[in-house]
């Protein structure tokens, strides 16, 4: 008998991430952008890529877009090729970060010409959310100030939460508005929406189709996220995550590669706090590959969110309850690591085959042929994405 009960491996079959689409595109640091054999040259491309990581692993049923990057001048037919490999078009994230007249800010701008350019900007967002069948508008600012002193803090939030009323009063039947937060850069003294704390209450004044979004890259060293997990979702308010890992700063790296443990944890809220068929939260990776192949990365980065997930399934809910009701405290510790230390990875390659899946993606990526192929035909293109 495997040990992922039926109940289990229904759970794990509902599993959905979305990929962000610029996960396929060149990335690097401030320091250099590395070009990558294979690389997608428009967001066509971008999507077959990510189908590839759904046709291995079935994990991955919709890519997030981000707005200029993915810009086409037709975007019913960008859903028609998503549509016909398998996928669909999930959120759609705005950009105010790569725009001069956004230096010293957007939706916080003190002039009101550039604070209505950038909620034109997200207006023209939900114009393509109504074309792509999108639902969520992912908004992250890059707005905030270097030195104490250079702005009047109180005032760049009023003028925030002004702004995005605008934005939010275009939003039509079920689409959201999500509102990341990140404690840190660009700007390097204060963030105009650094913590969940501020995104909660300006999400909050908004209404109830405005959510947070918790980038798990986004915190403080040492922050406890999977009690965030818990609080938001507690309020009602988690609207979706961005998954990645860090070692020192917002990395975007693989996740679960920097602290599995960490992923094990903050999985154990989510399926705690409604499961992971919860309607209200979107799954989502944010990450750059920098030096690895994209697709590859990608299909690793699934893996690891399964396979964390698997395991936080398997901890006895039970046994953990009455122990924690007993106030035996190595007995309950015990009961949580016993799921973590448990090796899943036979029980899923066995469950994935059973489903007519390849046991091992990530070999059968490789043995596909198709790495081979994006490399020899996309030669000379423009690059997509980050450091376009
Ligand atoms: C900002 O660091 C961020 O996490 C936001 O989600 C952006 O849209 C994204 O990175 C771009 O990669
Ligand atoms: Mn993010
Ligand atoms: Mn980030």
Redesign the pocket.
Same mark, same amino acid.
């Given at each position: 008998m495997s040990i992922l009960t039926p109940d289990i491996q229904s759970s794990l079959e509902a599993q959905g991430i979305e990929l962000?689409s610029?996960a396929f595109g060149n990335?690097g640091t401030r320091f250099k952008v590395y070009g990558t054999p294979g690389t997608p040259r428009d967001p066509f491309e971008k999507i077959a890529d990510a189908a590839e990581v759904n046709r291995v692993t079935a994990l991955a049923p919709s890519v997030a877009l981000?707005i200029p990057w993915d810009k086409v001048d037709d975007y019913a037919a960008l859903r028609a090729h998503a549509e016909d490999l398998g996928v669909s078009l999930g959120t759609i994230?705005?950009?105010t970060?790569q725009d001069d007249d956004y230096k010293f800010g957007a939706l916080t701008h003190l002039d009101p010409k550039v604070r209505q350019k950038a909620i034109d900007h997200h207006l023209e967002c939900i114009d393509i959310m109504d074309a792509t069948g999108s639902r969520d508008l992912?908004i992250?600012l890059?707005e905030g100030s270097n030195y104490p002193g250079q702005a009047d803090l109180r005032g760049r939030q009023d003028r925030l939460a002004e702004s995005l009323q605008k934005i939010y009063a275009r939003l039509s039947g079920e689409q959201r508005l999500v509102l990341?937060y990140?404690f840190f850069?660009p700007a390097f003294y204060h963030t105009d929406v650094p913590d969940w704390g501020t995104s909660y209450v300006q999400v909050a004044a908004l209404g109830e189709r405005a959510m947070v979004?918790l $980038?798990t890259?986004?915190h403080a060293p040492g922050t406890n996220i999977e009690f965030i997990v818990m609080q938001l979702l507690r309020l009602g308010k988690l609207g979706s995550f961005?998954f990645?890992s860090r070692f020192y700063a917002?990395d $975007?790296l693989i996740v679960g590669a920097a602290d599995p443990f960490q992923l094990f944890r903050i999985l154990f809220e989510v399926i705690r706090g409604g499961g992971l068929n919860n309607p209200d939260v979107a799954f989502m990776l944010?990450?750059?590959h920098n030096i690895e192949k994209k697709i590859p990365g990608q299909i690793r980065s699934v893996l690891n969110v399964q396979e964390m997930t698997a395991r936080a399934l398997l901890v006895d809910r039970a046994a953990l309850a009455a122990a924690q009701e007993a106030e035996d405290v190595l007995a309950a510790h015990a009961v949580f690591m016993d799921a973590f230390s448990t090796d899943v990875r036979p029980a899923l390659a066995e469950w994935r085959e059973s489903r007519g899946l390849p046991a091992d993606p990530m070999a059968a990526y490789a043995a596909s042929g198709y790495q081979e192929k994006i490399e020899a035909d996309r030669v000379g293109g423009v690059q997509a994405g980050?450091g376009a």
């Amino acid at each position: 008998m495997s040990i992922l009960t039926p109940d289990i491996q229904s759970s794990l079959e509902a599993q959905g991430i979305e990929l962000p689409s610029w996960a396929f595109g060149n990335s690097g640091t401030r320091f250099k952008v590395y070009g990558t054999p294979g690389t997608p040259r428009d967001p066509f491309e971008k999507i077959a890529d990510a189908a590839e990581v759904n046709r291995v692993t079935a994990l991955a049923p919709s890519v997030a877009l981000h707005i200029p990057w993915d810009k086409v001048d037709d975007y019913a037919a960008l859903r028609a090729h998503a549509e016909d490999l398998g996928v669909s078009l999930g959120t759609i994230n705005s950009n105010t970060f790569q725009d001069d007249d956004y230096k010293f800010g957007a939706l916080t701008h003190l002039d009101p010409k550039v604070r209505q350019k950038a909620i034109d900007h997200h207006l023209e967002c939900i114009d393509i959310m109504d074309a792509t069948g999108s639902r969520d508008l992912k908004i992250w600012l890059a707005e905030g100030s270097n030195y104490p002193g250079q702005a009047d803090l109180r005032g760049r939030q009023d003028r925030l939460a002004e702004s995005l009323q605008k934005i939010y009063a275009r939003l039509s039947g079920e689409q959201r508005l999500v509102l990341e937060y990140k404690f840190f850069e660009p700007a390097f003294y204060h963030t105009d929406v650094p913590d969940w704390g501020t995104s909660y209450v300006q999400v909050a004044a908004l209404g109830e189709r405005a959510m947070v979004c918790l $980038d798990t890259g986004h915190h403080a060293p040492g922050t406890n996220i999977e009690f965030i997990v818990m609080q938001l979702l507690r309020l009602g308010k988690l609207g979706s995550f961005d998954f990645n890992s860090r070692f020192y700063a917002d990395d $975007d790296l693989i996740v679960g590669a920097a602290d599995p443990f960490q992923l094990f944890r903050i999985l154990f809220e989510v399926i705690r706090g409604g499961g992971l068929n919860n309607p209200d939260v979107a799954f989502m990776l944010d990450q750059c590959h920098n030096i690895e192949k994209k697709i590859p990365g990608q299909i690793r980065s699934v893996l690891n969110v399964q396979e964390m997930t698997a395991r936080a399934l398997l901890v006895d809910r039970a046994a953990l309850a009455a122990a924690q009701e007993a106030e035996d405290v190595l007995a309950a510790h015990a009961v949580f690591m016993d799921a973590f230390s448990t090796d899943v990875r036979p029980a899923l390659a066995e469950w994935r085959e059973s489903r007519g899946l390849p046991a091992d993606p990530m070999a059968a990526y490789a043995a596909s042929g198709y790495q081979e192929k994006i490399e020899a035909d996309r030669v000379g293109g423009v690059q997509a994405g980050w450091g376009a």
